[in-house]
């Protein structure tokens, strides 16, 4: 598991992922304002969550930060219904299961 593979899941979101390994905790960022968003997820390693989850927080992280910033939030545009196509999922499935098998697992 990767910063750029979590954050190609979630760029949907105006989110990305930061922290470095090993430090115990990973943070969500709002790219448009630079806020931090939502609370920390207390993992050392990304590979400690399946992509799936880091999506479930990332989401997570979008709502709090929207509570807490409302007038940040547009209008206009559902980011929670927001659903990835099927090309999408595909991709993100094959690549899970390509890295599950080369880890020998």
Same mark, same amino acid.
């Given at each position: 598991m990767t910063k750029s593979r979590i954050n190609r899941a979630i760029k949907h979101l105006d989110l990305e992922i930061c922290g470095e390994r090993g430090e115990g905790s990973f943070y969500f960022r709002h790219i448009p304002t630079g806020a931090k968003a939502g609370k920390s997820v207390m993992v050392c390693y =990304?590979?400690?969550?399946? =992509?799936?989850?880091?999506? #479930?927080?990332?989401?997570?992280?979008?709502?709090?930060?929207? /509570? !807490?910033?409302? !007038? %940040? /939030?547009?209008? #206009? *545009? #559902?980011?929670?219904? *927001?659903?990835?196509?099927?090309? !999408? !999922? %595909?991709? =993100? /499935? *094959?690549?899970?299961q390509r890295r599950y098998e080369e880890r020998g697992n």
């Open positions: =990304l590979n400690q969550q399946i =992509l799936g989850r880091w999506i #479930d927080d990332a989401t997570a992280a979008k709502e709090a930060f929207f /509570r !807490e910033y409302p !007038e %940040e /939030r547009p209008a #206009d *545009h #559902d980011w929670a219904t *927001h659903e990835l196509t099927y090309e !999408e !999922e %595909e991709q =993100l /499935r *094959h690549e899970e």
